[in-house]
């Protein structure tokens, strides 16, 4: 990696001709512009998180995943701590889910984020669109809201010494 590791690494996935499922790709579209002038905040956004990704994940400081959930109410959001998936669970060759790429960063990488949270949004339809549903539309306010508050804490929460 090339790049200075990010202190609040924020990736996204989704796919935006599957309607509420292009969500992720939106709101990491709004959140490289509201955090541009912050260099400490990196956004990646992709149609899906790969085993590449890992050495991103495994050094930065946090990691703000944010993707749709099918299994969730459309339009809710849920923010909750993301941990490594146990060794037993076998790591995908293709699509990873945060908590296999947690996994994969620790062992090729010996690294992990302070602080790993995954901000899911229910999905109404991932039907072929390019519109989201009145579910999701109604909630990207508070979900932009969100992102803004849990970045700004993750960044303030890095500044205080531990121990």
């Known amino acids: 990696m090339n790049r200075t590791p990010a202190r609040c690494l924020i990736l996204a996935c989704g796919n935006t001709l599957r309607g ?7 709101l990491a579209g709004w959140a ?6 912050l260099p400490s905040v990196r956004v990646i956004a992709r ?3 790969t085993p590449e ?10 990691v703000l995943f944010i993707d749709c959930a099918v299994d969730s109410l459309p339009g809710s ?4 701590p993301v941990n490594p998936a146990f060794d037993n ?3 995908a060759t293709h699509h990873q889910g945060a908590a296999e790429l947690l996994a994969l960063g620790r062992e090729l990488y010996d690294s992990l984020p302070q602080n790993a949270q995954l901000l899911t949004i229910g ?20 979900a932009r809201h969100l992102i803004e508050k849990t970045v700004l804490s993750l960044l303030n929460s890095q500044e205080i010494p531990h121990g």
């Open 20 to 26: 509420d499922d292009g969500v992720g790709l939106f």
């Open 32 to 37: 490289e512009r509201r955090f541009a002038e």
């Open 47 to 49: 149609q899906q998180w």
């Open 53 to 62: 990704l890992a050495e991103e994940v495994a050094h930065a400081q946090s």
């Open 77 to 80: 959001l849920l923010l909750i």
């Open 89 to 91: 669970q076998g790591l």
């Open 123 to 142: 999905a109404g339809s991932t039907e072929l669109s390019e519109e989201f549903s009145a579910e999701v539309t109604a909630a990207l306010p508070e």
